[in-house]
């Protein structure tokens, strides 16, 4: 049946666009993941439910730095993930994120839970450094009865060798807050800090990550709860709009971002506008 007339909506992508995969710069993995979840599950929906809003952006266009969202972003079909198989999950997020790097092109991650991540940060070489936004450190060594799930996955990442920098951390256990002290390869920039000195914060990014080819993965949790209420473990006094503008574009500014996620949205009906208005902010930085 050929009635273009009556096909009225945009096609399911983010955006809308059209791109094809071989024009495109970036590729949009929609990672329908939430297995290890404890207590309010739900993140699988949130890629379908991120794409959609973003649909009913009203301008990709912003005032104030003239830029605008790049359309050369091709929107990739969900995958198909075996509920609580976190092992097999990991190995094909891996694989998928892998073929994104393969084809030269930019895997732009919408979550699912923050284990997320782990499968693909696994996908790119090792002297990729690590850049987490989140308000909980995710370094428990296990978590009921698993090593490895969305509070424990950076634990893993920090212990095969990868350099890792936590941004905004304001809620942390004793025995996360020992390990952390102890290693080398992770530094942790609490919320206190950025709360005391902010601008003195942003040098430290700069200076840790100035010429790194940075994965940068951002869970929805690190924003207050008044502008993202839609997350599973709410903490109080997280990063208003203008302050994780302020981060990532301070990171874009000394570092080579070759790959982000956004993890942990809940959509309710709020939360995941503000999660693609989000990733339209990163996305016109990067160009
Ligand atoms: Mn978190």
Known sequence: ????????????????????????????????FDSTESYKPGQMNAPRAIIDASLHIDSIFDPKTKKKV????????EIELPRGEVDESMKRIK???????????????????????????AAFEKRVKFVVLDAHADLRDEFEGSKLNYATFCRRIVENGVEVI????????????????????????????????FDKCLE??????????IYLSIDFDVLDPSI??????LEPNGF??????????????CAQIVGFDLVEVIPDGFTEEIAAKLLCYLLSLLG
């Not at 809620?171 to 920039?189: D, H, P, Q, T, W």
């Open 1 to 32: 049946m050929e009635l273009p007339y009556l096909y009225l909506k945009p096609p399911r992508t983010f955006l809308g666009l059209e791109c094809k995969l071989e024009a495109a710069k970036y590729v949009v993995l929609p990672i329908p």
């Open 70 to 77: 790049p359309t050369a972003i091709y929107t990739s079909k």
């Open 95 to 121: 694989e998928l994120v892998g073929e994104v790097i393969r084809l030269g092109k930019i895997p732009v991650i919408i979550g699912g839970e923050h284990t997320v991540s782990f499968g693909a940060l």
């Open 166 to 197: 936590e941004i905004g951390v304001r809620s942390i256990s004793e025995e996360e807050y020992v390990f952390a002290n102890s290693s080398k390869n992770l530094k942790i920039l609490y919320k206190w800090e950025l709360d005391e000195d």
């Open 204 to 213: 430290k990014i700069e200076k840790f990550l100035k010429g790194e080819r």
């Open 228 to 233: 993202a209420r839609g997350v599973s473990h």
């Open 240 to 253: 208003n709009w203008i302050q994780i503008c302020e981060v990532l574009t301070t990171i874009h500014s």
